[in-house]
């Protein structure tokens, strides 16, 4: 156990509501909904303003509208938000090389190697050094949580957001820990915590008093050891520097083997989820799909395909997940279980053309060429090493005027679309460094007006 509050964790605060206010300053201050526009969208994130009214990420796109409805709804920017990621990466560089960037806009840093004697003051100072460097830099702001472990550090930056610090003082974890829901440590899911709650364990500090072997009992060896542990505020997770977003997996150990095929598939459900949530919340598209199956006798075996088109679609996944682990021999027993995606790349046109099919009420086809390819190495686990395309997809797939884009016209300059529709298109006027700007309305196919660029930090 660290004893010393070294560990930092960072997550920006709505983020790409926030960016978007940022671009666009007539939006600042009001409710701003990002996610797919389209019938069968969904929330990416709310602004705070928008929050307000209950909507909030993963929520239908049409439910947000009966909730919000005048709220700015507008398509994601990956390319701005991936731009101003890097910028807010680059200022926990200068604070230590050792970070893990967990997703766009989150990441870990350990102090250690830069301020290895740090203690609740000092490290008070320097995370409110950090946001406001952040703040100075981006606009945007940070919520940071700092502590003894990751685990306690993310628990931390969750609990003064927005725009707020919480530093753990060491020694104080379990006491943190005690009164909140099961749910909120890492690896409860949903099954999980259902398991906890029929053995009376509702919030962490009864799992806390249990012993570890009660736990062990009802969650498996594993699993079940590591959730006493976290319960106990204990946790001596290492970042993992080199974890971009080659690919992205989730795996579960379970309590006994498995056999029976529906049981697995409802693991791996979960698991695909977990994976495309993770993908999307990047603007991220997967080519490739993997399921990694270790048997009782603990040989392990990885199963994979390669799509024609790189997706982001939960059905398609987990299409391919199901039809790999049909051809898996599941009777002797499972032990573990892990669905993955790689080959990624960013946002691609697919996602449009299914928005588009969806408009039109047209299921994109959903039946996949499975190919299975290679057993990938399984030493290391999911050791892929395909490529992060970084590719501004946004910038020439462009079917229709999208809520939201950037554009450029002749003789105004730069602005971003307001609304489309019916032959004719609106713009507002309008950058980070203007303020509320004029709107006006176009043909949808004026010579003048074309796709424009993110304005650059
Ligand atoms: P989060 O950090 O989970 O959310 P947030 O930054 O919008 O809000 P908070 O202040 O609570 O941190 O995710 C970061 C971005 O990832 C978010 O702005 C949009 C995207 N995202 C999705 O696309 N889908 C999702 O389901 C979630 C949770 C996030
Ligand atoms: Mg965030």
């Known amino acids: 156990m660290r004893t010393r509050p070294v560990i930092l964790h960072l997550d920006l605060d709505a983020f790409f509501s926030a960016v978007e206010q940022l671009h666009k300053p007539s939006l600042r201050g009001k409710p701003v ?66 970070i893990e960037q967990v997703s766009v806009d989150e990441a870990y840093v350990d102090l250690t190697p830069t301020h290895p004697g740090v203690d609740v003051p000092a490290v008070t100072e320097l995370a409110e050094g950090i946001r406001a460097r952040i703040h100075q830099v981006t606009g945007l702001t940070a919520s940071i949580g700092v502590g003894t472990s990751k685990l306690i550090a993310k628990i931390g930056s969750d609990l003064n957001k927005p725009d707020g610090l919480t530093v753990v003082p060491p020694g104080s974890e379990r006491e943190l820990l005690a009164g909140m829901p099961v749910r909120r440590l890492p690896g409860i899911g949903p099954a999980t915590q259902e398991r906890l709650h029929k053995f009376g364990m509702h919030v962490v500090g009864e799992v806390a008093q249990a012993t570890e072997q009660e736990i062990v009992g009802i969650l498996g060896q594993a699993h079940g050891r590591a959730v006493h542990q976290h319960a106990l505020g204990r946790d001596n997770r290492e970042l993992e520097p080199e974890r971009d977003a080659k690919s992205v997996s989730a795996e579960e150990t379970f309590s006994r083997d498995l056999t029976d095929r529906r049981e697995l598939m409802e693991h791996a459900r979960r698991m695909a989820e977990r994976v495309v949530g993770r993908i999307t919340k990047d603007g991220l598209c997967a080519r490739t799909i993997t399921i990694k199956v270790r048997s009782y006798d603990f040989s392990t075996i990885t199963r994979s395909f390669t799509l024609d088109q790189p997706t982001d ?53 959903e039946v996949l060429p499975v190919k299975v390819t290679e057993d990938l190495p399984s030493s290391k686990g999911f050791g892929w090493t395909a490529e992060l395309n970084d590719e501004p997809a946004d910038t020439e797939l462009t079917p229709d005027w999208r809520p939201g884009q950037d554009v450029v016209h002749a003789e105004r300059g730069a602005g971003w679309v307001q609304g489309a529709g019916l032959g004719r298109v609106t713009v507002r006027f309008e950058g980070p460094h203007t303020g509320p700007g004029p709107i006006r309305t176009f043909r949808s196919d004026d010579p003048e007006l074309e796709v424009g660029e993110p304005p650059v930090w």
């Open 313 to 365: 679609s939960l059905p398609k996944v987990l299409a391919g997940v199901r039809q790999l682990l049909d051809a898996v021999e599941v009777s002797d027993g499972i032990r573990l279980l892990g669905v993955g995606v790689a080959g990624l790349t960013a946002f691609a046109q697919t996602d449009l053309l299914s928005d588009l099919l969806a408009e039109i009420g047209d299921e994109p086809d």
């Open 33 to 98: 909904i990002v996610g797919g526009t389209g019938r069968r969208g969904v929330v990416a994130t709310a602004s705070y303003e928008a929050r307000k009214f209950g909507v909030g990420s993963a929520m239908p796109i049409v439910e947000a509208r009966r909730r919000c409805p005048n709220a700015a709804y507008l398509t994601p920017r990956f390319q701005a938000y991936r731009a101003a990621s890097r910028v807010v990466m680059g200022v926990l560089a200068e604070v230590s090389p050792l």
